[in-house]
């Protein structure tokens, strides 16, 4: 059965504005000429979806300019809300447009996160509910504090917190059933409806950047987390440290994922595995990694990076940026 994607993007953005008084909220960039709706697309492509429906209401020409019928290799349709009546009626339109034999991952088009999608998507096919919610992590807003007995003993900045929230990711199986729901936000109508009727799954990704960009504050955290990022087809990489004598990345590979078959003309490389587990694959071998261990890799020598558990880390080295030479590539850049 076909996956297809499915974004909302139909919000007003009022508490970011003036922002979005003329930009819709996904076209926000998070870095230079990178808006979350790019990225949003970019991490669809790497899950393997090709075809995404784009729920859009106010200033979608703007949308449609932007990707028009096909972005980057992904077929965009287009369904519009004459009238913002909530996030059930845009998918209950979206889901109109489908037609049979779908399933389908929808996203809020506000949210940035370093899910794995293709993990959430294999584990929502086997799951026995039709509809499986991604679930966070909460971080607490404010700054809490430790007490004893009648004295304050330490201060947490806003830390995560031992709760899950809805994390704006949804897998279905197929078309939903919205009963007698018409408008509406879904989180507030059907969801509650498909819990009690014990239909709604989840699927939980922790220790992962996650952030709904709904107000200045929340947009100004993320580009700072873009500073020096960039989105990788198999995970991210970040500078951390770059001098004129040594240079320091952390690199996050997604479970199930690798990094291009490579080498280095100059740069001389160790890997410390902050988190996660895998193997790097050299010509003639693999070394399998784990938490703690570190691996050096000289210039010249050909190697891939796969990870078998969502893995981070550090990448210490000679200061050469961009001193990679690809021999083989897995994804479509």
Known sequence: MQTVGMILCGGFGKRLRPVTEKVPKPLVEIK?????????????????????????????????????????GIKINYVIEDEPLGTLNAIRLGMEALGEDKQVVIRNGDIVADINLKKMIEYGERSDYFVTMFVTKMTSPYGIVDISGDKITAFKEKPLLDYYINGGIYFTKGLLDFGEFKTGDIEKTLFPVLAKENKLGYYREDDLFWMAIDTSKELESVQKEYENKTDKPWGYEKVLIYTDKYLTKELYLKEGFQTSFHYHNDKDETMYIMSGAGYIEFEDRKEYFGKNDSIRIKPGVVHSIIATENTTLHEVSTPFLDDTIRVKDYYTR
């Open 32 to 72: 230079e000429d990178y808006a979350i709706l790019d990225k949003q697309l970019f991490d669809f492509k790497n899950a393997g979806i090709n075809e995404v429906y784009l729920l859009a209401g106010f200033l979608h020409e703007k949308i449609q300019e932007r990707y028009g019928d096909e972005y980057k």
